[in-house]
Every structure is written in C-alpha cells, then in structure tokens.
C-alpha cells in the first residue's frame, strides 16, 4: 500500500523576474489574488488534502513569506481593541500549528530540481507533495486531495496535466503518454522539457503540483550543480521511469498560470467574479470597459 502523503515542499526560492519591479523587494508568492496572497492559496489546498507538515524553500527577499505564516501581535491586538472580529479571524486563520511549518534557505536559485533537493533532510523516507503557488487550481476538492485520492490506489510518482495549445509547448514540460485515451489517470513512458512544436510527444503538460517518492532525492544527488545552470525537476523525475511507476493525472478545476501576467490578471477577475460581495461591480465594470 502507497505510504501516506503528510508532508508537502513548497519552492520559493524563485526570483520572480516576470513580476519585476512588483518582486524586486516583496515575494511573487505573496502576490494578492483579490485579497489573499497565492501562497496562502497553496497552503490551504495542502491543508485541505490532509498535509500536515509545511516545507518551505525560500530565498533571499522572501521574509514577508515566514511572517505571513506568523503572528502579528501588535495587529491583532488592535484589531481585538477595536472589536474588529473578522479581519482578526481571517489573520488569525493562516497561522499553522507550532511545529508544523519549517524554512529551509536556498542559497542560490539554481532551478526547481535543486529547491525540492534541498528540502531532502526535511523529508526523509517519506512520499512528499510539491505544490507551486503560482500555478493557482480553484475548485473544490482541491487539485492535491483528487490527487492524493488517486495515489492511494496507484501509488509512484504522480504530476498533475493540463492540455495546451500547441504554441505553449514550448514553455512547459510535456509528457509522453503510454497511450493517449482521455482518462483522469495517464501512464508516462517519457519526458520532454520545453520541447519545439514538432518534437512534443503530446500537450499534455506538467502543472505545478507533484507527489513523489523519496528516490527523487537520491537522483537529484547526482545532478551537477553547474554555475548558473538550472536543475531541472522534470529531468530527475524522468531518469526515474522504469524504477518507479509514473502517472499524469488530469485535474477537474480551472488553472490560472499566475507566473505571468495574463494569468494572474484572468486568476483574479475569475475570483473575483466568484465572489457574490464583488461580482455586480466587476460584472458592470467589465461591461463598461469592452464597449470602450
Ligand atoms: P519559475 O520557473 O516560475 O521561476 O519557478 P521564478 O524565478 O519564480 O519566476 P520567473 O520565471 O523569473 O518570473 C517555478 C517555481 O519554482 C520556484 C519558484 O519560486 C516558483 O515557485 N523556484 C524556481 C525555486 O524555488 N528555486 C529556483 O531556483 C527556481
């Protein structure tokens, strides 16, 4: 039977240069959609799914991030003085457990490969998720807990898809299926990362969240850590076909690629639209703006 999923990494060691200057002083994942920061989006899916330990991999500039998931007392005593209830509940609501979150610095951004491998002591022998905040899935059950639902059953290393269109192939890695067939649950016989058009195996590419066996570690070992060079997560997880079973797992839920600016734009007018306090106002504001 699959180990259980208690522990999750989150990256963020990022630099964040498409967000530049809005990341220059202040983290992409602290970025707001509507009001609360991506990252915050993340956690709560990971909470939501059953994860209990918190494994952050920051950066240089991301401290805002450690206090976001802190107390901040002189704020809560104000707002307790001033009886303003729910805007104490909801900073009070992201503060997890003692214990239950834990920093790890990434010293230089040298790829995602290198950001889950230094979070390898934290994790030890244990299946661990992966979640990229700026790959924002709203839907509920969330898109780790359908995954983590799966993964009981099948067990190995597991990447969440989304299809693209054939001019986005190129920026994402894409997976190989075994056979193509339209199912939620995708064998991967390989992996391609940022392929042209005409050498993609298909367009089904990888989105950012992962459940991986604890091997993943001892292949990103071996990877050299070149001087500027970038490890790549998607490499190691292919080195691992053969060894290890691998599926790709079409998530049900919208996707809003928050790493750019078009998504992060789309993430939050789609929220906001959800949201019945802001939806007339934005309806009339849209309407407004497209007869212009
Ligand atoms: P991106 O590829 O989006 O890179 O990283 P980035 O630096 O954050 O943003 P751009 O492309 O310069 O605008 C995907 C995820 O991997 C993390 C990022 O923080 C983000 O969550 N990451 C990336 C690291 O933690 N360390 C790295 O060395 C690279």
């Known amino acids: 039977?699959?180990?259980t999923v208690r522990k999750a990494i989150f990256p963020v060691g990022g630099l964040g240069t498409r967000f530049l200057p809005a990341t220059k002083s202040m983290p992409k994942e602290m970025l707001p959609v509507v009001d609360k920061p991506l990252i915050q989006y993340a956690v709560e899916e990971a909470a939501n799914a059953g994860i209990e330990e918190f494994i952050f991999v920051t950066g240089r500039g991301k401290s805002a991030i450690e206090d976001h998931f802190d107390h901040?007392?002189?704020?809560?005593?104000?707002?307790e003085t001033r009886g303003k209830k729910s805007p104490l509940?909801?900073?009070?609501?992201?503060i997890p457990n003692p214990g239950q979150i834990a920093y790890i610095r990434q010293q230089e951004p040298l790829g995602l490969g290198h950001a889950v491998w230094c979070a390898r002591n934290f994790v030890g022998s244990e299946?661990?998720?992966?979640?990229?905040?700026?790959?924002?899935?709203?839907?509920?059950?969330g898109?780790?807990?359908?995954?983590?639902?799966?993964?009981?059953t099948v067990g190995g290393n597991m990447l969440a898809l989304a299809e693209v269109s054939s001019e986005d192939v190129s920026s994402y890695g894409i997976i190989e299926p075994e056979e193509e067939d339209g199912d939620t649950l995708v064998k991967v016989k390989g992996l391609v990362e940022k392929?042209?058009?005409?050498?993609?195996p298909s367009n089904l590419a990888i989105i950012g969240r992962y459940i991986l066996q604890p091997q993943i570690f001892e292949?990103?070992?071996?990877?050299?850590?070149?001087?500027?060079?970038?490890?790549?997560?998607?490499?190691?997880?292919?080195?691992?076909?053969?060894?290890?079973?691998?599926?790709?797992?079409?998530?049900?839920?919208?996707?809003?690629?928050?790493?750019?600016?078009?998504?992060?734009?789309?993430?939050?007018?789609s929220l906001a639209l959800d949201r019945p306090e802001l939806?007339?106002?934005?309806?009339?504001?849209?309407?407004?703006?497209?007869r212009t």
């Open 72 to 79: 901040a007392y002189e704020l809560q005593a104000l707002l």
């Open 195 to 200: 392929p042209n058009i005409s050498d993609a």
């Open 89 to 94: 509940e909801l900073v009070k609501a992201s």
């Open 127 to 141: 299946p661990v998720a992966i979640l990229l905040a700026d790959d924002l899935i709203h839907v509920e059950p």
């Open 219 to 269: 292949t990103l070992n071996s990877f050299e850590l070149g001087a500027g060079g970038e490890i790549q997560l998607t490499d190691a997880i292919a080195r691992q076909i053969g060894d290890e079973p691998l599926y790709g797992f079409r998530f049900k839920g919208q996707r809003f690629d928050c790493g750019s600016q078009v998504g992060f734009l789309e993430a939050n007018i």
């Open 143 to 152: 898109c780790l807990k359908q995954m983590i639902d799966t993964y009981k």
């Open 279 to 290: 939806k007339t106002s934005i309806v009339d504001f849209l309407k407004k703006i497209s």
């Open 1 to 3: 039977m699959p180990g």
